[in-house]
């Protein structure tokens, strides 16, 4: 029986992005699902029109648009997809990455035209399908782009290539805490994780003298002349372990942290990981993966909820605990999974 191909076009940024991650997975599961999928770099950069062949992340390496044009019959849209691919005719499905409310704060606050754009997609026939990791979001998108065609599936974990034992980060003395709190969203316009780096201060200050926190992905000093005075007077509290833009050992810094505080109230990427690395989760309410919720913005009531996480990890013990969390991700993520999800549905749209 011919293999259906699909043919996943989106910006190849390893360590840079949580789309990218989800996109990789996503071509992996496939391919599990008895599919050939391919991953094909394009509009990597503002600009940028060209696509990087032979760019590697693990298993996956990206090939050329001509395979895409020549060879897939349905073509996935992650991040843009070349003018001469389109006008092959070929059905499209469309990712959702982001969060609703995301696409909307960047037109309104950025007037980037995001959500206007996604509003515009389903107007053309050739995208079939879009698709969403968030059951909850499933009714938003069908109402804000007056489509039904919208589907949910489970979002894509390499359980194998991120296992719960493996190499840990080695903080200096003086950045070692106990427990390692863990903070490493990115800074959104309508979410930034600045409620909890504060709330995670205050849980510090007046329940834990020995814990340390540890921000990760803190926007450029450069482009944000807030930053380096901020983050300089929350060190002078002593409770700041290691601060850092992006880095491209995150999975090893989850190894070595204990606690992962989030103010997002979805599995997000960054959830998925550091429960696979067996972290323990604070996040906001509807976060399945979360030991404890919290409104994010909600300072000591975050607070409180990151000492009935670390009472819990105290009185269970961190080793049981890390293993319970791993397991808690097992239970409803895979590749497998979602694999078997998305086969279905790419199968349905060839058959019309």
Same mark, same amino acid.
Request: charged share 25%.
């Given at each position: 029986m011919k293999k259906i191909k699909i043919a996943h076009f989106g910006n190849f940024c390893p360590h840079q992005a949580g789309i990218h991650s989800a996109a990789r997975d996503l071509i992996l599961a496939e391919r599990i699902a008895g599919l050939d999928s391919n991953y094909i770099d394009y509009g990597s950069g503002k600009g940028c029109t060209h696509s990087r062949v032979w760019m590697q992340d693990g298993e996956i390496t990206t090939i050329s648009p001509?395979? #895409?044009?020549?060879?897939?019959?349905?073509?996935?849209?992650?991040?843009?997809?070349?003018?001469?691919?389109m006008d092959t005719g070929k059905p499209v499905v469309m990712y959702l990455h982001? /969060?609703?409310?995301?696409? %909307?704060?960047?037109?309104?606050?950025?007037?980037?035209?995001?959500? /206007?754009?996604?509003?515009?997609?389903?107007? *053309?026939?050739?995208?079939?399908?879009?698709?969403?990791?968030?059951?909850?979001?499933?009714? =938003?998108?069908?109402?804000?782009? *007056?489509?039904?065609?919208?589907?949910?599936?489970?979002?894509?974990?390499?359980?194998?290539?991120?296992?719960?034992?493996?190499?840990?980060?080695? %903080? #200096?003395?003086? *950045?070692?805490?106990?427990?390692?709190?863990? =903070?490493?969203?990115?800074?959104?316009?309508?979410?930034?994780?600045? @409620?909890?780096?504060?709330?995670?201060?205050?849980?510090?200050?007046?329940?834990?003298?020995?814990?340390?926190?540890?921000? =990760?992905?803190?926007?450029?000093?450069?482009?944000?002349?807030?930053?380096?005075?901020?983050?300089? @007077?929350? /060190?002078?509290?002593?409770?700041?372990?290691?601060?850092?833009? =992006?880095? @491209?050992?995150l999975d090893e810094m989850m190894r070595a942290c204990d606690i992962l505080v989030t103010p997002l109230g979805i599995e997000t990427r960054t959830t998925l990981e550091a429960a696979a690395c067996g972290l323990s989760i604070v996040g906001g309410n509807g976060n399945s993966l979360a030991a404890y919720v919290s409104d994010p913005r909600d300072i000591d009531g975050t607070a409180k909820a990151i000492g009935l996480c670390w009472e819990t990890i105290r009185r269970t013990g961190l080793k049981t605990i890390r293993k319970e969390n791993r397991e808690l991700l097992e239970n409803d993520f895979s590749l497998e999974k979602t694999g078997l999800q998305v086969r279905k549905i790419y199968e349905g749209i060839l058959k019309e």
């Open positions: 001509d395979w #895409a044009i020549d060879e897939a019959d349905i073509i996935v849209h992650h991040s843009a997809v070349p003018k001469k691919v982001g /969060r609703p409310e995301y696409s %909307f704060v960047l037109d309104w606050e950025k007037k980037q035209g995001c959500l /206007r754009a996604e509003m515009e997609y389903p107007k *053309n026939p050739q995208y079939k399908k879009f698709m969403t990791f968030w059951p909850g979001h499933k009714e =938003i998108w069908e109402q804000l782009l *007056n489509t039904k065609n919208v589907e949910c599936v489970s979002p894509p974990m390499d359980l194998k290539g991120l296992p719960l034992e493996g190499k840990k980060y080695e %903080f #200096a003395p003086l *950045n070692r805490g106990r427990p390692n709190i863990l =903070i490493c969203d990115m800074w959104r316009e309508d979410i930034t994780p600045f @409620n909890t780096v504060l709330a995670a201060l205050s849980f510090a200050e007046k329940q834990c003298p020995t814990a340390k926190i540890h921000v =990760i992905a803190i926007p450029s000093p450069k482009n944000n002349p807030m930053i380096d005075p901020m983050f300089g @007077n929350l /060190r002078k509290s002593g409770k700041i372990g290691k601060l850092s833009t =992006i880095v @491209n050992n």
